[in-house]
Every structure is written in structure tokens, then in C-alpha cells.
């Protein structure tokens, strides 16, 4: 058991640049997320997914799209890369409903290692 | 949206001594509240959380206070060690799509 886990672990792009991150879970989580985090800042959500085929924005959506193919991955592109977008990159993945009850709510997010991604 | 907010953005205790960080947020349908610890070039990990149900919760030297009326929340660590220095996130959710909205963080330093 896995967890969750990023390829690739850092990256160097020159600006305009392209990429794809990667987000792997074997925990059969209904739910992933994209966060950005910066120097100093707490993580910002990017782009989330609440099942295989569907993708909504986060609060930091501008200059990323995410695909989510296949229940355990979840995808996040930069199609011209910016040195805005420069920054520690972490994907993170949750069950639907809680443990221990029947309704959908909140659930311990489970974080993979992070990419650091450095745009020149 | 969702905003939260942390106070202190730094702490540091000596080791032994106890170490508050306390949150604010915005949204009163906020529902959930996890504390996640990150140490140096690693990911964070959550070491206790809250829902609106409880007031309060405890595990080991640690525990999470919630006031649903004032909204806000606060995490207690007793009897510090060295390691648990780190920098340390409060978070809330409402429970949409399970998103979370982080505070921006805390660096704790234990002194030995």
C-alpha cells in the first residue's frame, strides 16, 4: 500500500514550456486535490475531483488543467509554464464519506511527497 | 469564500513548556477542522482534527479546541519536544467536494 503518491519529484521548465504532474492513489479515495504551496503560504487548492471523469476549480485555477481518466490518478498540466507558477506542488486524495458513518462530509486528506517545480 | 486565519505565524517555547497556535475562519457552515504537520521538505500530515459536533478533543500531548460562536479553533501541545518543531496548518472545510481552506501556517521551534 502505496498511498499516494507524484511523479515527477522536481522539475526544471524554461518558460513557455509545457508539463504534466502525476498523482497516484491506491486507496480507493473518490476524491482528489491539486495544492500549490509557496515560501511562507499555506497550501492553496489548485483544481479537485470528486470522481473518476469529473474536475471542478479550486481556488487557484488560472494557468492549470487537471483530467481524472481513471479513479486512482489525477492529472495536473501546465500547457505554457510561467516562473509564477514556479512552487512546491502536492496532490492529496480523500474518502467521500467519513468513517465510521453514512453521510458524505469531510474526511482526512492523505497527502502524497510533493514536486518542486522550478520555472526559469 | 472560505478564509482562515493563523496566529502566530512563528512560536518558540522552550522545550517542556506548552505551545498554542489559534484560527480563525469565516464561513459558519464549516464543519471540519484539521491540523496537519509539516517538517522540512516533507508533506503534511494530519495529527488530530474536529468536527462541529465536538467542542473539544485530545490525543497524547495533543488537543484541538472549537468555538462554533466565535469561530474559531485552537491546538494545544503539552509537554513540547524537540520534535515537534515544524511548521504546523489549521484548516476548514464545509464539506463541498470535501475542500479544504488552509491557514498559513505556524513555525514552531522547541528549544531544548
Known amino acids: 500500500n502505496a498511498g499516494v503518491t507524484q511523479t515527477p519529484k522536481f522539475r526544471v521548465l524554461k518558460t513557455g514550456q509545457s508539463m504534466t504532474l502525476l498523482c497516484a492513489q491506491d486507496m480507493n479515495h473518490e476524491y482528489m486535490y491539486w495544492y500549490r504551496q509557496d515560501p511562507g503560504m499555506g497550501l492553496r487548492l489548485i483544481h479537485y475531483s470528486v470522481g473518476e471523469g469529473t474536475t471542478a476549480k479550486g481556488e487557484v485555477p488560472d494557468g492549470y488543467n487537471v483530467s481524472r481518466l481513471k479513479k486512482q490518478n489525477f492529472l495536473l498540466g501546465l500547457e505554457s509554464a510561467a516562473p509564477s507558477q514556479t512552487s512546491v506542488y502536492f496532490c492529496a486524495s480523500s474518502y467521500a464519506v467519513p468513517s ?3 453521510i458524505p462530509g469531510p474526511d482526512t486528506q492523505y497527502f502524497g511527497p510533493g514536486t518542486r517545480l522550478t520555472v526559469l | 469564500g472560505e478564509n482562515v486565519e493563523q496566529h502566530p505565524s512563528t512560536l518558540s517555547v522552550q522545550e517542556g513548556d506548552s505551545a498554542v497556535i489559534k484560527c480563525t475562519y469565516s464561513d459558519s457552515a464549516s464543519n471540519y477542522f484539521p491540523w496537519y504537520k509539516q517538517e522540512l521538505g516533507k508533506r503534511p500530515q494530519l495529527i488530530i ?22 469561530k474559531h479553533f485552537s491546538l494545544h501541545i503539552t509537554e513540547t519536544q524537540p520534535e515537534d518543531s515544524a511548521v504546523y496548518f489549521c484548516a476548514a472545510s464545509t464539506g463541498a467536494g470535501n475542500k479544504l ?9 522547541v528549544k531544548p
Not at chain 2, 62 to 68: C, D, E, R, S, Y
Not at chain 2, 101 to 109: I, K, N, S
Open chain 2, 101 to 109: 481552506t488552509f491557514g498559513g501556517g505556524t513555525r514552531v521551534l
Open chain 1, 100 to 102: 465510521g458513518s453514512s
Open chain 2, 49 to 70: 482534527d474536529i468536527r462541529s459536533n465536538v467542542g473539544e478533543k485530545k490525543d497524547q500531548r495533543i488537543a484541538v479546541t472549537l468555538n462554533k460562536t466565535a
